[in-house]
Nanobody
């Protein structure tokens, strides 16, 4: 059974940091491109960051470049999103996704709220 379970969300003040984790099971994690998406209320889901299955190359949305870092630990079947210098506009439900060709899996999401 495929599972992607996000954790690490919560309430944080502007300028603060959070680290999200996404634990995967039920598929060959190391061969999948892993991504983080987010969806704010009333907005479409958007791609935040991705990391390749091999080599570790990464890409980021312009809105988070220089503040967020995506990483993965294939031994632990886990992908991370380190979020620094958080802004109120980063408030959203954050989802992880695994993709290999036409095969795609999503987690259930974790809420991140940035507010004073």
């Amino acid at each position: 059974q495929v599972q992607l379970v996000e954790s690490g969300g919560g309430l944080v003040q502007p300028g603060g940091s959070l680290r999200l984790s996404c634990a995967a099971s039920g598929f060959t994690f190391s061969s999948y491109v892993m991504s983080w998406y987010r969806q704010a209320p009333g907005k479409e889901r958007e791609l935040v960051a991705s990391i390749a299955s091999v080599g570790g190359s990464t890409s980021y949305a312009d809105s988070v470049k220089g503040r967020f870092i995506i990483s993965r630990d294939n031994a632990k079947n886990t992908v991370y999103l380190q979020m620094n210098s958080l802004k109120p506009e980063d408030t959203a439900v954050y989802y992880c996704k695994g993709r290999r060709g036409s095969s795609e899996y999503w987690g259930q999401g974790t809420q991140v709220t940035v507010s004073s």
